[in-house]
């Protein structure tokens, strides 16, 4: 049974439960947008659901996993039985393979050494299991008059700025594992945004910024409302926003 009005924007949230996801999940509700909050433990998710109806906005809860097809499949079957359609997907859930997403400890991502179970998990989320989650989405996002994709991606995934022997990254150590699955999802979000361009959907890579949540052990310097905010605005671009593009709070993040 359908109970999102005609007139809301839908959106779903992968990885919603908590950090930038939730948070992402909140101002979208607060802008008038019904959210369905994708999370893999269906607990989480209602309690984050609820936490949003609590404050005055619309949503629910789908159990998601992004590397379970039959997980992905029922989610897209829920939104469409209860909105008819999906006008915004985000892309948000990930993991970093080693726990911490700036890993000054993380010497099990150094490529000399790295486990490649290890990598092959990372890739299964952070990129195969967006490829699952946007083809299985997008016969509801074709039913929006205005549909939009946002994939999370990170500053990490920039090769201009991790090559940089002199950069911002060049303290870090070398990662096999998160930094690649970006990069590689940011290169997915530009042949997305090729092939969609011409149903107008577009599709945009974001890096929210160091932001303090579980992956880097809290230690960013950023809120959760503050990386969220990046996302949020790719989220309620207009028709004549672009597609294709990588960015974060200062502007385009360069390749």
């Not at 989650?133 to 946002?150: D, F, I, K, Y």
């Not at 790719?234 to 960015?247: E, H, I, K, N, S």
Request: charged content about 20%; overall charge negative.
């Amino acid at each position: 049974m359908r109970d999102e009005s005609t007139h809301q924007e839908v959106a779903l949230i992968t990885g919603a439960n908590k950090g930038i996801g939730r948070s992402v999940a909140e101002q979208l509700a607060a802008l008038g947008m019904a959210v369905v909050i994708g999370a893999r433990d269906p607990l989480r998710g209602e309690e984050a659901a609820a936490a949003v109806r609590a404050a005055g906005g619309r949503a629910y809860a789908v159990t998601l996993d992004v590397t379970d097809p039959a997980t992905v499949q029922e989610a897209a079957r829920r939104v469409e039985e209860r909105s008819g359609r999906l006008d915004v997907l985000i892309n948000n859930a990930g993991i970093t393979g080693s726990g911490q997403v700036s890993p000054a400890d993380a010497h099990d991502q150094v490529p000399s050494s790295v486990d490649l179970d290890m990598v092959r998990a990372v890739f299964e989320t952070n990129v195969f299991g967006v490829i699952q989650v946007t083809n299985a989405m997008l016969p509801l996002l074709r039913r929006s008059p205005a549909p939009r994709v946002v994939n999370v991606s990170s500053h990490a995934a920039s090769l201009s700025l991790t090559s940089d022997p002199d950069g911002p990254f060049a303290a870090l150590l070398p990662s096999a594992a998160y930094a690649p699955s970006k990069t590689a999802l940011t290169a997915l979000t530009v042949q997305y945004a090729n092939e969609l361009r011409r149903d107008g959907i577009p599709v945009n890579a974001v890096a929210p910024g160091f932001v303090d949540t579980d992956s880097n052990n809290h230690t960013g310097f950023l809120t959760v409302a503050q990386g969220a905010s990046c996302v949020v605005r790719l989220a309620v671009l207009g028709t004549d926003g672009p597609t294709g593009g990588f960015f974060g709070a200062e502007g385009p993040v360069p390749w």
